[in-house]
């Protein structure tokens, strides 16, 4: 099975794997600091798009069938698919489960979990690799399951990965031979992705966590932005929706205002490391909680110190922070 969730940590695994001396940390430092800037700015940017696709989402939302959203394709380069209308479904309506701030949790991808009996009120499991009673059995004890897939990248090992076309997948993701980005304007991809909603909603998952879903941070070989990846969620929150499911965010800060309003929570990866807490506190200020992932070094032994620079982070307040070693195995310590 490709090890698709190693994404997550946008080809950097490099920078984790020793650690740094004090000149390379001085430049990762000041590499860290530019990025700061630039977020900045392309925050500003990705606000004032915010507010457009908000106004724009309202209109949809509210006008009935609202048609013809689908014409402007091929703004992007070569065969660019339309967005396919998503019917004007509510995007927030249901009842389905909705977590507070600090909710606690564990996150097991690399296998089915074997330790089942953490204390902690939420389990995020592969989609594929879990089976009903797995799920079952965590409810049965008082616990909500997430239920994880990629939802932005093909992997060639999933049972439903002859469905994609050719034409769906573009770059490999770096350092992931065999997987692929994912026009997730497609319709094929996104018919795809409905099914696997539907397979998680008949699993018994109470709530989902797509992946891979800012592929416009990397060269996908597609012409993907942030407002084709706000539309990508809300067409994955309508589905899931549907099916009583909550469904997140997975890292992406660039989109959290965008889509904080229709989404029930965040799970980011790496955040004390990359300074960049501060974009998903709005998710707190929600009353949502932001399920975060830091890999210490020298986990699965940290020290205290190791441990309080991630657990004492300022901006990281109210998170849920858990401790993870990169291939996400059962061991985990919390704050
Ligand atoms: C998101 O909105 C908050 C205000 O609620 C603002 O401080 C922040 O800069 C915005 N983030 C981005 C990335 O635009
Ligand atoms: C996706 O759709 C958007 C909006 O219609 C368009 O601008 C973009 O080029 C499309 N991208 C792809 C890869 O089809
Ligand atoms: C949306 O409506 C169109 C036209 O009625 C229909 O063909 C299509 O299947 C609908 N899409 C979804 C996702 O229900
Ligand atoms: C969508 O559903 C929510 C919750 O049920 C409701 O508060 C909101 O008014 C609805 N919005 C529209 C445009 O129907
Ligand atoms: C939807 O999920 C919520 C939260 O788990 C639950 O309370 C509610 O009964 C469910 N509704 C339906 C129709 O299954
Ligand atoms: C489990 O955690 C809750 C709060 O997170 C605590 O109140 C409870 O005592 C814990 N139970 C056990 C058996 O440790
Ligand atoms: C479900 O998965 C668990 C753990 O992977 C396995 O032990 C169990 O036999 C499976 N149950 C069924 C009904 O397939
Ligand atoms: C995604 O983009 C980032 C930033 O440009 C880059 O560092 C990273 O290697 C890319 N990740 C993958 C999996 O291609
Ligand atoms: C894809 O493949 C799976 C497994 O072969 C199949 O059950 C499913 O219905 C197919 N369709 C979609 C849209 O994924």
């Keep these: 099975m490709s090890p698709s969730w190693m994404s997550r940590s946008r080809g950097k695994t490099d920078e984790l794997d020793a650690p740094l001396n004090a000149s390379e940390k001085r430049s990762y430092l000041s590499r860290q600091s530019k990025t700061f800037w630039m977020l900045l700015v392309a925050g500003i940017f990705l606000l004032i ?23 402007g394709g091929g703004g992007g ?8 209308p998503n019917n004007n479904t509510n995007v927030t309506a249901g009842e389905y489960w909705k977590p507070a701030p600090g909710t606690s949790w564990q996150i097991v991808l690399q296998t089915p979990p074997t330790d089942t009996s953490l204390n902690v009120s939420v389990y995020d499991i592969d989609l594929f690799d879990n089976n009903a009673s797995t799920i079952s059995t965590l409810q049965a004890q008082n616990r909500k399951v997430i239920c994880y897939f990629s939802a932005g990248s093909y992997e060639p090992n999933r049972p439903d990965s002859s469905n994609f076309t ?26 795809i992705m409905s099914a696997r909603l539907a397979l998680a909603s008949s699993k018994g998952c109470d709530g989902v966590d797509p ?51 229709f989404l029930q929570w965040e ?27 830091e890999y210490p070094d020298s986990a699965p032994s940290i020290s205290s110190s190791a441990r309080n620079s991630v657990c004492d982070d300022d901006e990281a307040h109210g998170f849920s922070t858990v401790l993870k070693e990169m291939d996400l195995n059962d061991w985990m310590e919390d704050c």
């Design 77 to 84: 380069g070569g065969s660019s698919t339309p967005i396919p």
């Design 267 to 293: 799970v980011n990866e790496q955040c004390v490391q990359y300074e960049e807490c501060d974009l998903f506190q709005p998710f707190i200020e929600a009353g949502k909680p932001v399920f975060h992932i």
């Design 49 to 71: 798009i915010a507010i457009g696709l908000g106004i724009g989402l309202g209109v949809g939302l509210s006008g009935g069938s609202s048609g013809d959203d689908s014409g």
């Design 166 to 191: 050719k034409s769906d997948y573009g770059k490999e993701l770096k350092g992931w031979p065999g997987e692929h980005w994912l026009n997730t304007n497609s319709t094929n991809v996104r018919a």
């Design 211 to 261: 992946d891979n879903v800012d592929g416009y941070d990397n060269d996908s070989g597609f012409s993907l932005s942030p407002t084709t990846a706000v539309d990508f969620l809300s067409f994955l929150a309508i589905g899931a929706h549907s099916y009583n499911m909550s469904i997140g965010l997975k890292n992406a800060g660039a989109i959290v205002n965008a889509t904080v309003d």
